[in-house]
């Protein structure tokens, strides 16, 4: 036995603020984000370019793909196309 004492861990306060993306002005008390209809809108419309890879758009604004495909079955391209 080595003889050091054991001492409890130094609590470390988690409580930080939570810095919210750009197109999510809210958060819902189970931590899921809401994305502003301008932002779904917008990436919906980048994504109906031809030769636009869906999975990199998404990761290059920090969602998941299969909600960005949601938003593209839901606004399809008559939405994004009739504004």
């Not at 958060?27 to 932002?39: P, V």
Request: net charge positive; hydrophobic share 35%.
């Amino acid at each position: 036995m080595s003889g050091r004492s054991h001492s409890a861990p130094e609590r470390v306060d988690r409580t930080h603020p939570v810095e919210l993306q750009p197109g999510v002005p809210r958060l819902r008390s189970d931590g899921k984000r809401i994305y502003a209809e301008d932002c779904k809108t917008e990436l919906v419309r980048q994504c109906l370019i031809p030769g636009t890879s869906v999975a990199a758009t998404a990761m290059a604004h920090r969602i998941n793909a299969n909600l960005l495909r949601r938003w593209i079955g839901l606004k399809g391209p008559r939405s994004a196309c009739s504004q």
